[in-house]
Structures are given as C-alpha cells and as structure tokens.
C-alpha cells in the first residue's frame, strides 16, 4: 500500500469505478430509462427518483454489503441463512445472471439493436449466428486474464463507452423534440412506486453481489489489506459506478420524456432510443447507437464470464478456471441463437423469484449486528420471503385464474404491484427476533 503513491491510487480506484459501471451497464440499462421517460411524460423525474432507488441505489447497497459482510463470495453470505440454502442461491443466481440468461442476451441484443437493422428478415438468422460467435469470441479473450479487467475494461472500454453515450443523450438533452407529454396508465397514477418496479428490470441488484468480488478482487490488487480500508475503498467504488449510473438514467429518461411529440409513443425502450438516433443522426446514428450498446454488452458479458467462472471453479476446484470460461462462454452462444424472446419466457420466473431474495439478503447483512447475527433471524426472514418468490415465479411461469389472483391480492398487501414479499419478510424477521430471544433466554436460564 505505502508503496503506491496517493494519485496512482485515486486514478486506480477511479479505474475500479468506471470498471463497474461498465459491468453494470447493459443493453438494458438504456432501454429500460428510455421507455420510462417516455411512458411518464410530465412525471419523468418522480417516475426516475424510484428509478434510481433500484437501479443504482440497490446494485451500490448490494456492493457494500459484500464489503461490509467480510464474505468471500455470495454462497458465504447465503450461508447464514444454511449452508444448503447458500450453494442453492449461490448457484441459482450465477446460472441466472450467466449462461441460462443474461449471458445470452448480451449478444441478442446488442445484434438486435447494433446489426439487425441493417439485414433482410432472410439474413438475420444466420447473421446472429455469426454474430454470436464474435461477440464471445471476444469476450472469451477478455475472460481468459481476469487480472486484467480494470486495464481492459476500467481504463478503455468504459471511457468510449461513456463517450459514445454523452454524444447521444448530450445532444438530445440540449435540443429537444418537445416538452414532456402526458403520464400514461400507472406513471401517471403512482409514478414512483411505477419507477422503484421498473428499476427491477436492470437486475443490477442481482449482479451486484457477484460483480462486488470482481471489485474486491481489485481493491485487494491495489494492496488495500485491512478489512475498514477495503470496506471504505469498495464503497468508493460503488460510489463512482452507481453515480455514472444515476447520471446516465437522468438524460436518458429526459431524453424519453420529450421524444414523444417527434416520435409518438413507442412500443419499448430499444426503438425509442433507436429511432432517436435515427431522428438527430440519420444512418450514422444508428450507428453510433450500435457502438453505445455493443460496447456496452460486450463489457457486461465480459464480467458475467468472469465471475460464473470464478465461482463454479470454487465450487469444483477440480475443474480448471479456463474450462468454465470455455462452457459458459459456448453455452451462452449456443443459447443466445434462441432469440431473446425464447431466453425471456425461460428465465423470468427464476429473476421472479431471486429478486426479493436477494434484496432481503442484503437488508439482512446491514441489520446483521442488530440482532447478533443469529441464524434463526436470517432463516425465518428468507423462508417468509422465499415463499412469496416461488409464488411469484409460479405466477410468471403458468398464470393464475382471476379467482385465485384476487384472493392473493386481497391476502397479500402490495402483491398487485409485485412488493408482496414486504410483509412476509418484515413477518419472518420479527418472528426470527423473538425466537432468538426466547433461545437466549431459556439458554441463560
């Protein structure tokens, strides 16, 4: 640590921030701000306050709470919980987050948006075959080095990244197409609580907790050691990652709220930004759109690869690093050819269900010292809440009768807006904290 000097270090952590922000930053993080702006209208900034609550608040929290937990890796947290819940969520998020989906929809997308719309109908399947093999080619190169990801990704990718974005969301933001339109259907009734739900669709919370490795793997590299500095220079980190996030919803949201009287309303976020492009660049600024989302996917595969591979080689230590990288890396090509409609009904009831999980888990390791870190309280808590995400993923996976989904709603306060899980885990961790001090209680006497 002595050894670096206090600007290298500032321009390294610097370095690990922007490395971050790119992990994060995927083709869904420009969709999904876009279409918000548009559909919230007059009510953008209410719509993205709750926004940036869950698509750069919790991803920062989730960050943190590795730091601050002193886990190695998500399983040890999940852990706490049991030791068979902890390898059961560990490896249920990896595999959701990586090969079975988000890996895959790196690539579909970003040919969707960056090649697609240059081919015929004809063309497209074979040019997403072709497609796909590029693309994790080149993430498959990246991958190899772990070590190398803040040089290749920190201090290359994210500034052409960041750069492509603002000469697109700048431009925008300082000529635009009209003022705000009129909210529509839930952005003008409830806009925040509309714009917390939607910021679920990043599923940055999610990665959080795997990409928070990546990131201590890194500090620890710079030569940070003791558990309060890397706790403080990982917060920093997060910090730097999440305020990039939180700047780049801002215009891109206002660029969706005043596109509506020059492009009308849009069906989602990937033609909103697209036909923006079209709308101040022509052709060359689809282009540019294509280079912002390429790089953007490319960066989020890359460290996706990175960390199923890391951890399933810790879970079989038998099995080499390469040789994970080599499997995630041809799994996600091979399902990627799927289309990204096929990758979305396969996995949504899987997100359905990890999703209160994992914001619940990380709630936990913040209240952890409140109630002594007893096992009963993280086990009462997470089952309370695991309940209602299977019931979830069931919902997203078959439906139900409007009989049975009225009878829900009515049990389950918030489960109509999809915060169901609130009162069963807020249920489970004060029960969890009376069973411990019944335990400690009898255990005295």
Sequence with gaps: M????????????????????????????????AYLGQQAGESWFSAMTGFLLTGAGLPLLGVIAIGYSGSRDVQALASRVAPWYGVAFAVAL????????????????????????????????????????AFFGVAYWLSMSPGKLVDRIGKILTPVLLLTIAVLVGYAALNPMGVP????????????????????????????????????????????????????????????AASCLALVYLFIGYMGA????????????????????????????NILLG??????CLSTAVGLITSCSEYFNRLCPGIPYKMFVVVNTVVSMALANKGLSSILIFSIPMLMLLYPLTIVIILLVFLHKLFSGSRIVYFCTMMATLAVGLLDAYKAAFGFSEEVAADINGALPLYNVGLGWLLPATVGFILGCILNAALKKKHKA
């Design 181 to 240: 339109a009129a909210a529509q259907g839930d952005f003008g009734l409830r806009p925040f609580i509309k714009g917390i739900l939607e910021g679920y669709g990043t599923m940055d919370a999610l990665a959080s907790l795997v990409f928070s490795i990546i990131v201590i793997d890194a500090v620890r590299a710079m030569g940070v050691d003791n558990r309060s500095d890397l706790l403080r220079t990982t917060a920093v980190s997060g910090i730097v």
């Design 2 to 33: 002595n050894s670096v000097s206090p600007f290298n270090r500032k321009a390294s952590l610097w370095a690990v921030g922007l490395m971050l922000f790119a992990l994060f930053f995927g083709a869904g993080n420009l969709i999904f701000p």
């Design 94 to 133: 990896y595999l959701s987050i990586g090969p079975l989906f988000a890996m895959p929809r790196t690539a579909t997308v970003s040919f969707e948006i960056a090649v697609a719309p240059f081919l015929t109908e004809s063309q497209k399947t074979v040019g997403l075959a072709a497609f796909s093999v």
């Design 258 to 285: 005043t596109s509506v009287s020059g492009l009308g309303l849009q069906e989602n976020g990937a033609e909103v930004l697209s036909k923006t492009a079209n709308f101040y660049f022509g052709v060359p600024g």
């Design 291 to 296: 280079v912002i989302v390429l790089l953007a």
